[in-house]
């Protein structure tokens, strides 16, 4: 009954920036970790930043630096503030979150959709 909505993905040249968000909704009773991964084609998908209730971050090391997570619990929302971006920040990125449902002690992963960023040289 989870459902996470995203939104903000295009093209855009390189050194330039693009704003990501992503929105949870359903029988929702606490998130506990959101985060964004990315799958170039060809490529593995990578886990490119999280963020805890708490506010705790993590980052990849290709990112660290120009990209910026953060989150707005009462929305359920987390954002991905990625600037400058490079060719090889070309993918498919996907929303996901650490939720607790209502009667369910145990906590599940659930993944959006993807949305795809493309940046041209």
């Known amino acids: 009954q989870v459902q996470l909505v995203e939104s903000g993905g295009g093209l855009v040249q390189a050194g330039g920036s693009l704003r990501l968000s992503c929105a949870a909704s359903?029988?929702?009773?606490?998130?506990?970790?959101m985060g964004w991964s990315r799958q170039a084609p060809g490529k593995q998908r990578e886990l490119v930043a999280s963020?805890?209730?708490?506010?705790?971050?993590n980052y990849s090391d290709s990112v660290k630096g120009r990209f910026t997570i953060s989150r707005a619990n009462a929305k359920n929302t987390v954002y991905l503030q990625m600037d400058s971006l490079k060719p090889e920040d070309t993918a498919v990125y996907y929303c996901?979150?650490?939720?607790?449902?209502?009667?369910?002690?145990?906590?599940?992963?659930?993944w959006g959709q993807g949305t795809l960023v493309t940046v041209s040289s």
């Open positions: 963020i805890t209730s708490d506010g705790s971050t």
């Open positions: 359903g029988s929702i009773f606490s998130i506990n970790a």
């Open positions: 996901n979150a650490r939720i607790v449902q209502f009667m369910n002690i145990r906590a599940n992963d659930y």
